[in-house]
């Protein structure tokens, strides 16, 4: 697994450890901070990648898995001048360098993660809302060429937002939480934008679902699916049950901040196609998944 210290990762692979017997491997890097993992780092192998990420090919080689869950990006809302060689390195030359080295050592499974963000307020069409969402379709693109020259069999699940316990990410979530606890105001766009939440455990059945999909023989040799909780509330409606929830108002100063150049204003995933495909579907509402939320993390 790539991308097994971040959020989803990490949530993902201490459930795959705590529910199957598969043996499971992490690349890292140098600097990657573990402690997401110190429950579960004796139960996996782990290995560091070295600045250039060409040890991959060895790691590949060494390790032979029978499938690789990709899930390591960059994720940047906008972008400095700065920025641009560090979303090509994470989201683009990494995974290049992944699949190339999985073509060199016959590892033939792989799972990638999109996002709904390729498709800017839902259109059908590819219509990416920033450089990060574009990162992320020209690795689908270059994935094509993986699929059809090296036969390896894969599916990009393009997921919408995730939340959950303990998310360090800097999301609305996070923002609303601090509003809690420093009883202090917060400030918000207008808070018309509509917005699909997905919970973690719903995340991670997907990704537990599409293990299931790669391991079964079918001629399917690659798919996308949307993942996504199907249901969209604008942000007004995500604070006023956040708060339903939490039992306590939070003081929001709706409008002190404008929308953003591209704003993502419709968000609501099609999620046909995954209950066709893996037989996934969302079990928990945002309401249950917020309750859930705020009880592990003692916030009520
Ligand atoms: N809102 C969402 O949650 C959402 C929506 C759509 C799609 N996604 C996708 O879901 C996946 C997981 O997202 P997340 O929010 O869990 O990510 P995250 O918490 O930001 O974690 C990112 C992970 O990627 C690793 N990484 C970044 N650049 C790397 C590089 N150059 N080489 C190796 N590892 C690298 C990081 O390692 P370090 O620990 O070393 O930094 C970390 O483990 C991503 O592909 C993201 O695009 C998420």
Known sequence: MTGATGFIGSNLIRDLCQTTDHAFSIVKRERSDTSALSDILDKIKVYTLDPAADNIYEILAQEKPDMIIHLATLFLGSHSRAQ?????????L??????????SSGVRKFINTGSFSEHWNCKTEYDPV????STKRALE????YYVNAHHIKAITLKLFDTYGPHDPRPKIFSILKKGLREDSPIDLSPGQQTIDFLYIEDVVEAYKKAIEFLGKDTD???ETVFIGSGQSHTIREVVSIFQEVAGRKINVNWGARSYREREIMIAIADIRKADDLLAWRPRFSLKQGLSKMMTEEKIR
Do not use: R
């Open 141 to 144: 693109d270059i994935l094509c």
């Open 84 to 92: 641009v060689p560090l979303l090509v390195e994470s989201n683009i």
């Open 220 to 222: 399917v040799s690659y």
């Open 130 to 133: 920033n450089l990060y969402s």
């Open 94 to 103: 990494f995974p290049t360098k992944l699949l190339d080295a999985m073509a």
